[in-house]
């Protein structure tokens, strides 16, 4: 019995040394002929949406980049790129070739809206690709005075909104700003979000009545308050705000100039949407949020994984 065992053994461990003899020369093979020995491991996102998911898609990107020791791959048409502090580590830039984050493995999100605690145990210095939204502020908030840095707009947009901004309260006269008097960024996201289709999907986008609600409760703090509005539509909001005396809307900017000056106030109203979001971040005041994130039951609330707090910022207010 005993033979038989010690026969087993020599057997087994003549087995295994011819095996890692033929890995070993296979991998030195490998090594030898390919013209290219991947040194840098990269992270690629199949990037979507406008500027608030990509930021959030960035923002993921990154903080998954820095974990696992991965280059993030940003393309040269990246538009947070033309806007932030952002590095444009093209493929190109790599070393790579232009079909690289075709052949790395790829990973899906389970929760467009939520944090997905799977997809971040991607293994460490290999490159990968994510598919997704990765709209949760999870995942990246190790990083966040990290990106706090990097989300800071370029000169050109950050000099615009300070003159927007100085050009708007000499116009109103606005005593700007004491432990009295306070600025308000407001953002009101229609758009997509009064069709049928979208509501259907369970995105809703407030009435007037929750904006008011919201601006009373500044006015109710302070005594006197300005709020800086900027919306995708103008008229819907100019309408529904016509008998406030102490709204001013922002035309005529650009999504990152718009967002560049609701970054500058002090307290935000967001609305729906990812773009309310960042602008609420950035201002880092008070910031209140409509309540109905999500219709309940809806396959939007599935997004969610029928929780918001996944998405929306710690200390958020909900208003109605
Ligand atoms: C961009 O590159 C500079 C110079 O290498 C570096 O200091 C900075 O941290 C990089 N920024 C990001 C966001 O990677
Ligand atoms: C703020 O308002 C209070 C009450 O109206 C007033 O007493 C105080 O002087 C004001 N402070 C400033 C800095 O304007
Ligand atoms: C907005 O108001 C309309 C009409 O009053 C109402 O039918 C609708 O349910 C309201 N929508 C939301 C999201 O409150
Ligand atoms: C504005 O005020 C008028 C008169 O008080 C009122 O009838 C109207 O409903 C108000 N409009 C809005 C949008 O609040
Ligand atoms: C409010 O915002 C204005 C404009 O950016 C700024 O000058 C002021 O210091 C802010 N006030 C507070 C209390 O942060």
């Known amino acids: ?7 087993i053994i020599k057997i087994g461990i003549l087995v295994l040394a011819a095996c890692l003899f033929v890995f070993i020369q296979r991998f030195k093979k490998k090594s030898y002929t390919n013209v290219k020995i991947r040194t840098t491991p990269i992270a690629c996102i199949g990037f979507r949406g406008r500027l608030g998911n990509l930021m959030f898609q960035y923002a993921f990107l990154y ?5 696992k020791g991965l280059y ?3 393309s040269d048409n990246f538009l947070p790129g033309d806007v932030f502090r952002i590095n444009k580590t093209t493929l190109q ?13 790829s990973y899906t999100e389970r929760w467009p809206c939520s944090f997905d605690d799977r997809i971040i145990q991607v293994p460490f210095l290999t490159s990968a690709k994510f598919n997704g939204y990765f ?8 990083y966040e005075n990290n990106l706090r840095e990097i989300f800071r707009f370029q ?63 500044f006015e109710n703090l302070y005594p006197t308050v300005l709020f800086i509005v900027a919306s995708d539509d103008l008229k819907w909001s100019k309408n529904g705000l016509k008998n406030k005396t102490n709204v001013y809307i922002s035309t005529g900017n650009s999504g990152p100039e718009d967002m560049a000056l609701l ?41 969610f994984n029928n929780d918001p707090s996944n998405y929306i910022y710690p200390g958020w207010i909900p208003m109605d």
Request: proline share 4%; with cysteine; charged share 15%.
């Open 1 to 7: 019995m005993r033979k038989l065992w010690r026969y």
């Open 93 to 105: 830039v790599l070393g790579e070739n232009p079909t690289s984050c075709g052949t790395v493995k």
């Open 72 to 74: 993030p791959v940003i």
């Open 63 to 67: 903080s998954v980049s820095m974990s």
């Open 135 to 142: 709209q949760s502020w999870k995942y990246w908030i190790q």
């Open 155 to 217: 000169d050109t947009i950050a000099r615009r909104a300070n003159k927007q901004l100085n050009d708007i309260l000499s116009t109103l006269d606005f005593p700007c700003c004491s432990k009295n008097s306070t600025l308000v960024g407001v953002h009101i996201r229609r758009g997509d979000y009064t069709s049928k289709a979208v509501n259907k999907y369970g995105q809703i986008t407030p009435n007037i009545s929750y904006y008011l609600n919201a601006m009373n409760y």
């Open 263 to 303: 970054s500058l106030t002090n307290h935000t109203i967001m609305s729906v949407g990812t773009f309310g979001w960042w602008a609420a971040w950035m201002t880092r005041g008070t910031t209140l949020y409509y309540k109905q994130v999500f219709a309940p039951g809806s396959r939007y609330a599935k997004d």
